[in-house]
């Protein structure tokens, strides 16, 4: 098989030197490369190209949002964000996501060697996911899987037989992950005040969700906020669940609010698709409508069918569209969508469907 590539792109040497060391264990990547700034990143790549840069933002002579910008205009590769700007500055953060990175990690700013050491597990697995991303649709091998994967079962027992339906009130359950942070502003902004309610699950760690929320509520012409518990579901509204916590939809006498809650991580997400979706099942059935977006691995393909056997009409992003053809992929796989559809078709079926 062959081996990722990687580029480090850090002004700490002593980053550079532990992100090597991590990396060069795994069997399947290797570290072409690491330079202190990205001037210098960018002289090392002209020899060979990486299939996936790991990039600091603050850095001499040109920072990482810039150099960003630059790879995503000239040779677009997918790029891993690695700043404790990621815990301190949200808003620069959701400028990384937007210029295209693909995946972020939060690094404190003291005790990074240990901080790296101790959770060496996450740079792996995101390095891995970010070479899966691009327009290349690169293919690697799954990473081993060593934790076991807990499914929805851990926070919600599965629907039996369809929702009972006292209310005609529509809802939209949106499920995503890598790229999806684009595919969503693509997606929230072209619909009207009107459109139905909206509860999403958009794979993001605590403290990003709130800025994310904020900035989409900035853009669209609906609401858009950060899930708490027991918010109403209503039309005109877009509701994305927190990061690090599971969100539920629970009915409220003819409407929908929505629960959130702590619990295991699901399909190794909280919040998880899976079990936004079982509970937009259990509870909303044939009133809603269920959509699978960009995505890596197979969170929400199982909570996307329970959705379509309750009686939901249910969709998922085609191949062409999406950063990561992983979530969708599998939906499709199990006959969990209703029909396939690119992303700009997606704000149509909110509203006309």
Not at 30 to 57: E, H, N, Y
Not at 228 to 243: C, E, F, M, S, Y
Not at 261 to 269: A, F, S
Request: proline letters at 7%.
């Amino acid at each position: 098989m062959e081996k990722i590539k990687v580029m480090v792109v850090d002004d700490s040497a002593v980053v550079r030197q532990v992100m090597q060391g991590i990396l060069d264990r795994e069997p399947d990547i290797t570290v072409i490369g690491a330079a202190s700034d990205p001037l210098f990143a960018i002289d090392r790549m002209a020899k060979q190209w990486p299939d996936v840069i790991v990039l600091d933002i603050e850095m001499p002579r040109m920072d990482g949002i810039t150099f960003l910008k630059k790879i995503m205009a000239e040779r677009p590769t997918p790029v891993v964000i690695c700043s404790h700007l990621a815990k301190h500055g949200s808003l620069v953060m959701m400028q990384a996501l937007e210029a295209g990175a693909v995946e972020f990690i939060t690094k404190p700013q003291a005790g990074i060697k240990h901080f790296l050491e101790e959770t060496s597990s996450e740079l792996v697995a995101a390095v891995r996911a970010a070479a899966q991303a691009n327009v290349k649709q690169l293919k690697r091998a799954a990473p081993q899987q060593v934790a076991p994967k807990l499914n929805a079962d851990a926070i919600l027992p599965p629907p039996l037989g369809r929702a009972v339906s006292h209310t005609s009130a529509r809802i939209v359950a949106i499920g995503t992950s890598t790229g999806g942070t684009q595919a969503l502003e693509s997606v929230l902004t072209a619909l009207p005040r009107g459109c139905p309610g909206i509860v999403i699950v958009q794979h993001m760690p605590e403290r990003f969700t709130a800025a994310f929320a904020a900035r989409l509520n900035d853009l669209c012409r609906i609401d858009v906020r950060e899930a708490q518990n027991d918010d109403r579901v209503l039309p005109g509204l877009a509701l994305i669940a927190p990061g690090g916590k599971h969100m539920l939809l629970k009915r409220n006498g003819p409407g929908y609010q929505v629960e959130i809650k702590e619990g295991p991580l699901v399909n190794r997400h909280r919040p998880s698709v899976d079990v936004l979706f079982r509970s937009v099942a259990k509870y909303a059935g044939k009133n809603a409508t269920g959509i699978i977006m960009t995505g890596m691995g197979d969170d929400g393909a199982r909570g996307l069918l329970e959705m379509r056997d309750a009686g939901a009409t249910t969709y998922a992003q085609n191949e062409e569209t999406c950063v990561v053809f992983g979530m969708p992929k599998e939906a499709i796989k199990l006959g969990a969508a209703c029909k396939v559809l690119p992303l700009q078709e997606i704000p149509l079926v909110i509203t006309h469907n």
